[in-house]
């Protein structure tokens, strides 16, 4: 079974320019997060979707951050402008409908704004 | 906002030596998990524990957990030059594993 795959793998950007990350769930999955991790510190969720739904936006900082989920699959968490403290990994999650066990977790995409 | 902290912050053992982590939360919770993350890469799940069980072993692994208390911890027995790692507990307020909350981490250095 394939994993959560995301890309790309690292991204070098100057503040104030914009960047994509995109996310391919397991198959299946019908929820799917992302999960901002600033170094040392615990992921945090800025977007559950379950299908192509929001369940829960309330940490992302929408002025800046954007995400869709459109048929329900594969994902997009957008950032314009980056700021430097947008500086993180971005993992994405998912976990299929009614799931009693843990999130599966994509490799993450590492953000640096300089 | 972090619903868990995790103690000690960093632990660093030799191989073979047992290792303990410990992780406190605010608010009630339906379950907790515990994920494993190698440096830069993603999370792994461990293992998830109810709010109603006391006591879940995986392998070298057993987890507690004490709801009165609001804490759980981690025993890895007879620890490996792989399990060097990050460790982060994370709880969830319902049934079916939905919204996680992750803790801060314990840095775990096993040396061979």
């Known amino acids: 079974e394939a994993g959560v795959a995301q890309s790309p793998r690292y991204k070098i950007i100057e503040k104030r320019q914009s960047v994509a990350f995109w996310c391919n769930p397991i198959?299946?999955?019908?929820?799917l997060y992302w999960y901002q991790q600033i170094l040392g510190q615990g992921p945090k969720l800025l977007i559950q979707f379950q299908n192509n739904g929001v369940v829960d936006d309330s940490q992302l900082p929408k002025d800046r951050f954007s995400a869709e989920r459109l048929k329900g699959v594969d994902s997009t968490l957008k950032i314009q402008p980056a700021k430097l403290e947008d500086s993180a990994v971005y993992l994405c999650?998912?976990?299929?409908?009614?799931?009693?066990?843990?999130?599966?977790f994509g490799e993450g995409s590492r953000l640096t704004v300089l | 906002s972090q619903q868990g902290e995790e103690d000690p912050q960093a632990l660093s053992i030799q191989e073979g030596e047992n290792a303990t982590m410990n992780c406190s939360y605010k608010t009630s919770i339906n379950n907790l998990q515990w994920y494993r993350q190698n440096s830069g890469r993603g999370l792994v799940h461990l293992i998830l524990?109810?709010?109603?069980?006391r006591e879940k072993h995986s392998g070298r692994l057993r987890v507690t957990l004490d709801t009165s208390k609001k804490s759980s911890s981690l025993l890895i027995t007879a620890s490996r030059a792989a399990d060097t790692a990050s460790y982060f507990c994370?709880?969830?307020?319902?049934?079916?594993?939905?919204?996680?909350?992750f803790g801060t981490g314990t840095r775990l250095q096993v040396f061979p």
């Open positions: 994370a709880t969830d307020k319902s049934y079916n594993t939905d919204k996680l909350i």
């Open positions: 999650a998912s976990n299929p409908e009614a799931n009693t066990g843990g999130l599966f």
């Open positions: 524990i109810r709010s109603n069980e």
């Open positions: 198959s299946g999955h019908a929820t």
